[in-house]
């Protein structure tokens, strides 16, 4: 089918990415893009400080961090789903927030690229497929869709179907179809070819095995944020862990405002605060 930008998925995307706000192309300032990033920045922050206060002191206090006790009453049960669910959780929601963070601030990109030793100046995917002239319908006979014309397509898929007797997808677009294989590793990975739109030949390949280092890393990133790297298992970890992410947000609001009402119902508490209070 055709896909024109506006589906479930793709609002789910605009969600996560810029909370529906339009998407500048032109790199100018915007605000959910902004809000995305700064608080993804904020939530790596308290995963680090977070780990850093949960180090315990001695072997018995690492013994009791590492359990999850259900039976000992609500309160115990939610403290040790945010200390202990907290640590084993952790890491791979670190990776999810620094490795997301490169789609927000591009001075973070540049630093994660260097460190890597790619430099955001080279290229960074495949090239763009070649403009081509395209006749009108009339000259052509042929059936357009939004300026595009579809005459040569089947012929294009065919062509690559039998080329590639296994593969996860075959996306075509005007002058150029990318053809996905990957099911570890770098999910992004794809070879891709460019068409005469008025003929239907193939007039270039690029294949991704033969692109260099630069041009794999965006790729990479996106596997690994999305959790598909390690296939079903790794997409199922990630979400588990996503999901998780918002739990300890939420348990961690219960335990600061259950502190809180402790402190104002011990005696003597209130009697000290202003008169205003």
């Not at 790619?118 to 002239?133: E, I």
């Not at 296994?166 to 590793?185: E, F, H, L, P, R």
């Amino acid at each position: 089918g055709i896909d024109d930008g506006k589906g479930f998925f793709m609002k789910m995307m605009r969600l996560h990415r810029w909370l529906l706000d339009e998407y500048k192309r032109d790199g100018s300032f915007a605000w959910g893009k902004a809000i995305v990033g700064y608080s993804t920045l904020v939530l790596a922050v308290i995963i680090i400080s977070g780990l850093v206060i949960w180090y315990p002191r001695n072997k018995k206090v690492l013994k009791n961090r590492l359990k999850i006790k259900t039976k000992a009453g609500g309160f115990r049960f939610l403290y040790d789903l945010h200390v202990s669910g907290g640590f084993y959780a952790a890491l791979l929601l670190l990776v999810l927030a620094l490795t997301g963070l490169t789609w927000s601030f591009g001075w973070y990109r540049d630093a994660f690229y260097t460190v890597f030793g790619v430099s955001t100046t080279s290229k960074q995917a495949h090239a763009p497929a070649p403009s081509t002239h395209q006749k009108s319908s009339d000259e052509r006979g042929s059936k357009k869709h939004s300026g595009t014309d579809y005459t040569h397509w089947t012929g294009i898929l065919a062509d690559l179907q039998s080329r590639y007797p296994k593969y996860n997808s075959i996306a075509i677009q005007d002058g150029s179809a990318t053809v996905s294989t990957a099911n570890y590793g770098n999910t992004r990975g794809s070879d891709r070819y460019s068409f005469d739109p008025a003929t239907g030949k193939i007039t270039e390949t690029q294949l991704y095995k033969d692109l260099p280092k630069s041009a794999k890393i965006r790729g990479w990133i996106y596997s690994v944020h999305a959790g598909t790297w390690g296939g079903i298992t790794t997409r199922i970890l990630s979400c588990l862990v996503s999901l998780l992410g918002a739990v300890f947000a939420i348990t961690g609001y219960y335990l600061w405002l259950k502190k809180k009402f402790r402190k104002l119902n011990k005696p003597g508490y209130i009697k000290d605060l202003p008169d205003s209070q």
